[in-house]
Nanobody, 121 residues
Framework: VQLQASGGGLVQAGGSLRLSCAASGRTYSSHVLGWFRQAPGKEREFVAAVRRGVGTTRYANSVKGRFTVSRDNAKNTVYLQMSSLKPEDTAVYYC???????????????WGQGTQVTVSS
């Protein structure tokens, strides 16, 4: 399986963006697709994740109520809808694959390339 993230860009504070993560190859109901982000000089942090089968989700406190993670199993794609964006959301966003909804980066064994999100004030 390979993961391809897209949809990043430059947006003003308060705006919205939708990121996509397309998985090539077979994925399973037990798989968890997650989003992480890494800002310059900071550690990679968990953003959100969804279990492919039942659709259970998990969010970081910093994005609850603003970001929504969803999946389209027919397209083998996971989305991250980001609204009410803040300058502190600026980071490279990565999607990753796991079987664990813990949100711990070490539990995600497969990573896609990142997509840059920049939020201007």
């Amino acid at each position: 399986v390979q993961l391809q993230a897209s949809g990043g860009g430059l947006v003003q504070a308060g705006g919205s963006l939708r990121l996509s993560c397309a998985a090539s190859g077979r994925t399973y109901s037990s798989h968890v697709l997650g989003w992480f982000r890494q800002a310059p000089g900071k550690e990679r942090e968990f953003v959100a994740a969804v279990r492919r089968g039942v659709g259970t989700t998990r969010y970081a406190n910093s994005v609850k109520g603003r970001f929504t993670v969803s999946r389209d199993n027919a397209k083998n794609t996971v989305y991250l809808q980001m609204s009410s964006l803040k300058p502190e959301d600026t980071a490279v966003y990565y999607c990753a694959l796991s079987t664990d909804l813990s949100g711990h980066p070490g539990d995600f064994r497969l990573w896609g390339q990142g997509t840059q999100v920049t939020v201007s004030s």
